[in-house]
Every structure is written in C-alpha cells, then in structure tokens.
C-alpha cells in the first residue's frame, strides 16, 4: 500500500548548524501533513503541519517545505541544538474527512557539540 | 486532563496471558487512535474511534487484538493470548472530531509492553 518513507535513517549535525530532514510520500490525496519529535522514552510531541495548499510554513526555528510535484516534504531545524537530538517523523492525512495518518519509519537526528 | 494519560506506563507479562492497556484521551477531544511502536521503528495505526461512530479497526494485527471506547471518554486496548511479537510499545491519541481535516492529534507516553 502506499505510505511515507524518509531518506535518511541517521543524520548527525554540529551544534548550531542548520538540519533538513527529508520524507518522500506516495499518496497524491494526501492534504495534510505532519512533522512530529520524538525522544528516548516519550510519545511523539507535535512540531509543525502544513496544508496541502501550501509550500512553505514556519515556525519557531523550524520551517516545513511541500513539494507536491515530486512528493516531498522537508523538515528543517535552524541554528540546530543539542536539546533537537530526537527521532523525527513525518506524517500524512489522506483527504477524506478522517484525520488517520501514516507515518514514516523515522529520522534520527544526533547533535554533536 | 491537560494531556493524553495512559496506563500502565510499563508492563511486563508472561508469554500467552491477557493484558489491558488505558487511555484517557484530553478532555473534550472526540476521536482517539491507537498505534502500535516496535522498537526503533515507526508507528503503526490499530484502531481509531470517532463518537459513536463504528471504530475504524482496520489495523488490528489479529482477533486477539480489542479495544473498546466507552462514548468520548477511556479507551481500553486489550491483547488476549500475548506473544513474544507483541512486545511494543502502544501508544494512545486524541483529537477534535475528525472530520475537519487537520486538527492535531496529540499523543501519550506510551504503554511499554515487553512478553516474556
């Protein structure tokens, strides 16, 4: 079946460098997507979401980019922090009235000082 | 409650018991997801309940695997007969209603279940 995928399994950046995670997806009736954090032992906490009517959404140190032509949807962290050393992933909504997402399989992302 | 509370936090059980898991979804959020999350992998959709909706169980590995969700309150997911496979951890969801596309869906911390 369809479903989101990531590139990288393991991206390790230095402290305060830029990071980007990248995610592809398959299912074109997706039309909402999700970025969520994940640490050692918690649930996934909620980072940032974009429509799919949009290209680009930001927030606090991070910016979400959707490419729907080439099903991609990127993730990324500025001025990177050891605090930001999680697994990340991201998530879509098929369109549909129904708020089920499928994820991916996970980025994690080690900061080095 | 201020966020998604479940329980136990951890358990451990014996190979081919019956185990109940807990959530209590955040205080007026009307629809509540489980997943499952097998260590160092991703999550897995179970089962989705929507008000008084039939559940969404689409994602039930097999007939061992149950929830039930008392009107837009508790959740309790059980796995009867447990195996060694079942060892993962569950985590529980909620949201606004669902048929807005896009409300958040906010997760607990997880149940850790480990068969041994």
């Known amino acids: 079946g369809e479903s989101v995928g990531l590139h990288l399994p393991t991206l390790s950046v230095q402290e305060g460098d830029n990071s980007i995670i990248n995610c592809a997806y398959s299912?074109?009736?997706?039309?909402?997507f999700i970025w969520y954090k994940q640490e050692s032992g918690k649930g996934p906490q909620f980072i940032i979401d974009?429509?799919?009517?949009?290209d680009k959404r930001q927030g606090q140190r991070v910016t979400v980019l959707l490419n729907k032509t080439v099903k991609h949807l990127s993730l990324q962290i500025a001025a990177t922090q050891p605090g930001d050393s999680a697994v990340y992933f991201c998530?879509?909504?098929?369109?549909?009235?129904?708020?089920?997402?499928?994820f991916g399989a996970g980025t994690r992302l080690a900061v080095h000082p | 409650g201020a966020g998604v509370s479940q329980s136990p936090s951890n358990k451990v059980t014996e190979k081919g018991k019956d185990v109940e898991l807990r959530c209590d979804p955040i205080?007026?959020?009307?629809?509540l997801y489980w997943y499952r999350q097998r260590l160092g992998q991703g999550l897995e959709f179970l089962i989705y309940?929507?008000?008084?909706?039939?559940?969404?169980k689409s994602g039930l590995p097999s007939d061992r695997f149950s929830a039930e969700r008392t009107g837009e309150s508790v959740s309790t997911l059980t796995i009867q007969r447990t195996q060694q496979e079942d060892s993962a951890v569950y985590l529980c969801?909620?949201?606004?209603?669902?048929?807005?596309?896009?409300?958040?869906?906010?997760f607990g911390e997880g149940s850790w279940l480990t068969v041994v």
């Open positions: 969801a909620s949201s606004l209603a669902s048929w807005a596309s896009g409300n958040t869906i906010y």
């Open positions: 205080s007026g959020h009307t629809a």
């Open positions: 299912n074109s009736a997706s039309d909402y």
């Open positions: 309940f929507q008000g008084n909706s039939a559940p969404d």
């Open positions: 998530a879509e909504n098929m369109a549909g009235g129904y708020n089920k997402l499928i």
């Open positions: 974009i429509r799919s009517n949009m």
